[in-house]
């Protein structure tokens, strides 16, 4: 299956913004979808990881949710700070013993 | 604390076999049910999971690489390495290599922390 992500979004600072995974096939509900966050040069870093957890460490202002009619995952920042910029990408699992992650979402703040 | 720090040559040439080596600290396989993965990102493009070392010794590896690419447990218990066969220009990346804190339920978790990746070129 391929998770596909938008390609980039961009907000204003204090905003909220929602990016999309949606699965293309398959029950996104059947793995846990995770999300990182990577600034350029950078290994990426778990912002949220089984669905909707944040590690310790990663601020309230980032959530996440799974939609099982639309079959998508979304990652919602809100408060939007310029230090948010950066690279999102979702990642899940197959049943068939492999791991996919989406084609990423640049995220611009300005 | 859990890291990880991969180490390998920086430039490969066509045709050679890259192997990589990840070195971790803050777990051990024999005390807990996880495993290291490797994962890959070439210039300005998505990252690529590659392959994964379970704490039993079983291995997971890309569809689309599965030919070229072994995964094993190195020669101290807190190395994996990674082998790929027959590199090509494309394959050109940085590789990172992260734990994996293994599965519930049949759900799977994802890979946390990563260590700070290496970059490979594959050049004549």
């Known amino acids: 299956f391929m998770l596909t992500q938008p390609h980039s979004v961009s907000e204003s600072p204090g905003k909220t913004v929602t990016i999309s995974c949606t699965r293309s096939s398959g029950n996104i509900a059947s793995q846990y979808v995770h999300w990182y966050q990577q600034r350029p040069g950078s290994a990426p870093t778990t912002v949220i990881s089984?669905?909707?957890?944040?590690p310790s460490g990663v601020p309230d202002r980032f959530s996440a949710s799974i939609d099982s009619s639309s079959n998508s995952a979304s990652l919602t920042i809100s408060g939007l700070r310029t230090d948010d910029e950066a690279d999102y990408y979702c990642q899940s699992y197959d049943t068939n013993d492999y791991w996919v992650f989406g084609g990423g979402t640049k995220l611009t703040v300005l | 604390q859990i890291t990880l720090k991969e180490s390998g040559p920086t430039l490969v040439k066509p045709t050679q076999t890259l192997t990589l080596t990840c070195t971790f600290s803050?777990?051990?396989?024999?005390?807990?049910?996880?495993?290291v993965a490797w994962i890959r990102q070439p210039p300005g493009k998505a990252l690529e999971w590659l392959a994964l070392?379970?704490?039993?010794?079983?291995?997971r590896y890309s569809p689309s690489l599965k030919s070229r690419l072994t995964i094993t447990m190195g020669t101290t218990k807190n190395q994996v390495v990674l082998t790929m066969t027959n590199m090509d220009p494309v394959d050109t990346a940085t590789y990172f290599c992260?734990?994996?804190?293994?599965?519930?339920?049949?759900?799977?978790?994802?890979?946390?922390?990563w260590g700070q990746g290496t970059l490979v070129t594959v050049s004549s």
């Open positions: 992260a734990h994996q804190p293994g599965y519930t339920f049949g759900q799977h978790f994802g890979f946390d922390p």
């Open positions: 803050g777990f051990s396989f024999a005390s807990s049910r996880v495993g």
């Open positions: 070392f379970y704490w039993d010794g079983d291995t």
């Open positions: 089984a669905n909707n957890q944040r």
